[in-house]
């Protein structure tokens, strides 16, 4: 069985474990001749009441800023890997991280998600479960998850 990968996308969420992941997946493009799709999901701020209702805490004008902010650090993130790579190009969406991922992936029809492991953590993780995990269970298409070298595991 030969293995073919035209298409890559790499969530970017502008932390070190990310970072680390889209050197995995530059070096795969490289690899394959693939293009490497970069994509940011802004999730909007939200405040929960009684722990069921999700109300905005930003306001519509705050959160154009907060997305225009974003779109620029992806450019720049997308800027940096073209010196490597020459087939890179980036998208921003907005919602749930691990579904607005699927959905890209889903509708690009990419042939491999490289993601980085850590994003949250604690609590926040104990709640609404990791990224990476989600993506593993539900992705269209294969995941390679990618620890940072510095987040070793601890046994409790």
């Given at each position: 069985?030969k293995?073919?990968?035209n298409?890559?996308?790499c ?28 994509l ?12 069921v ?18 779109r ?6 997308a ?15 907005a ?15 990419v ?6 492991t ?21 992705a ?16 409790p």
């Amino acid at each position: 069985m030969k293995i073919t990968i035209n298409k890559i996308l790499c969530p970017v969420d502008f932390s070190d474990c990310s970072d680390h992941a889209m050197q995995y997946a530059l070096a795969l493009a490289e690899q394959y001749g693939a293009e490497l799709q970069l994509l940011h999901v802004v999730e909007p701020p939200t405040a929960a009441y009684d722990g069921v209702i999700q109300a905005p805490v930003l306001s519509v004008e705050t959160l154009d800023q907060f997305q225009e902010t974003c779109r620029k650090h992806l450019r720049n993130i997308a800027e940096e890997a073209a010196k490597q790579y020459e087939n890179v190009t980036y998208h921003l969406a907005a919602g749930v991280p691990w579904l607005g991922i699927i959905q890209a992936a889903k509708s690009a029809e990419v042939d491999l998600i490289v993601a980085g492991t850590h994003g949250r953590s604690g609590l926040v993780h104990a709640l609404i479960g990791s990224v990476a995990e989600k993506l593993v269970r539900k992705a269209p298409c294969p995941v390679l998850t990618v620890k940072h070298p510095e987040h070793e595991f601890v046994m409790p």
